[in-house]
């Protein structure tokens, strides 16, 4: 279980670190498809705006984990 929550908090703090990463490459790439030469460039091979990363509202709430325990009614 302690290996299974130590992996699970790496894998976030990874996401967390590479989440502003990719949002910065993304505004790289979309000042250079709008700024001139690099737009005609650009447009020749079909580079176009990306959007940033946003996660989806509810995302930040743990899913429910059954360990194969049969839950107790709450009362």
């Known amino acids: 279980m302690r290996a299974l929550q130590a992996q699970l908090e790496g894998t976030e703090n ?9 949002n910065d490459a993304v505004l790289s790439l979309n000042n250079a498809v709008r700024r001139f030469p690099s737009n005609v460039v650009a447009g020749m091979f079909g580079f176009e705006k990306r959007t940033y990363f946003n996660a989806a509202p509810g995302t930040d709430v743990a899913p429910p984990v059954n360990f194969g325990r049969t839950p107790t009614p709450s009362r």
């Open 14 to 22: 990874r996401i967390s670190v590479e989440r502003p990463r990719y």
